[in-house]
């Protein structure tokens, strides 16, 4: 069965510190992978996504994630942090059911200390 | 372009009752997807709708439904509410039901039952 693991569940950084958020998948095929932010009383917004190509991709916010096959991650990453990135971050795959399901895994809560 | 709306924000119904959350999607998007995020977890798949029919459905008992309207936009149906059905309702709308079709999120409705 499918699933996403997020196994931090809270990290805190030092604003211009760099992060790195960790996501492994079980996945049967070539996965579609996620990664949505959620600032609270909003909804998901979508940083970035992978379906294909090249295994490192560019998100909006300054965000980035690398695509690994055989560690089954898809790790999220930025070079400085700022103050505005506290948020939570889910990672998801793409379900190829015939129908547009996410798997999400339970987030990480991200805290900047100035 | 009008991004994914949600009415109402907050809900608050006593075990028993029924509710009824409504959802418009983004302009050119014909399917929708309804998600529910308990306390501290990554949102779950309840099912989606594509052009007025439900094309796929999550680990969700029947007295969760759904509508989807001519114009695509959706309202999902909870009869005989429990206290665990307390949670955000999230609503996301896509040009397609492809997995490849990027889910635009809305901000949620959120339901406490007591």
């Known amino acids: 069965a499918q699933s996403v693991t997020q196994p931090d569940i809270h990290i805190t950084v030092s604003e211009g510190a760099s992060l790195e958020l960790r996501c492994n998948y079980s996945?049967?095929?070539?996965?579609?992978l996620f990664w949505y932010v959620q600032s609270p009383g909003q909804g998901l917004q979508l940083l970035l996504k992978?379906?294909?190509?090249?295994?490192l991709v560019q998100g909006i916010k300054g965000f980035e994630a690398e695509f690994k096959r055989s560690q089954s991650s898809f790790n999220l990453r930025k070079p400085s942090v700022h103050w505005s990135d506290a948020a939570e971050y889910f990672c998801?795959?793409?379900?190829?059911?015939?129908?547009?399901?996410?798997?999400f895994g339970a987030g990480t809560r991200l805290a900047v200390h100035p | 372009e009008t991004g994914v709306t949600q009415s109402p924000t907050h809900l608050i119904k006593t075990r028993g009752q029924q509710v009824t959350l409504r959802c418009s999607s983004q302009?050119?998007?014909?399917?929708v997807s309804w998600y529910q995020q308990a306390l501290g977890q990554g949102p779950q798949f309840i099912f989606q709708?594509?052009?007025?029919?439900?094309?796929g459905r999550g680990n969700f008992p029947p007295r969760f439904s759904g509508l989807q309207f001519p114009n695509y936009s959706s309202e999902l149906n909870v009869n005989a509410l429990e206290l665990d059905d307390s949670a955000l309702y999230l609503c996301?709308?896509?040009?397609?039901?492809?997995?490849?079709?990027?889910?635009?999120f809305g901000p949620g409705t959120r339901l406490l039952v007591l």
């Open positions: 996301a709308s896509s040009r397609g039901r492809t997995s490849q079709e990027t889910q635009y």
């Open positions: 302009s050119g998007h014909n399917t």
């Open positions: 996945y049967g095929a070539t996965p579609y």
């Open positions: 998801a795959v793409g379900f190829s059911g015939g129908y547009n399901k996410l798997i």
């Open positions: 709708y594509y052009r007025e029919e439900e094309n």
């Open positions: 992978y379906f294909s190509g090249d295994t």
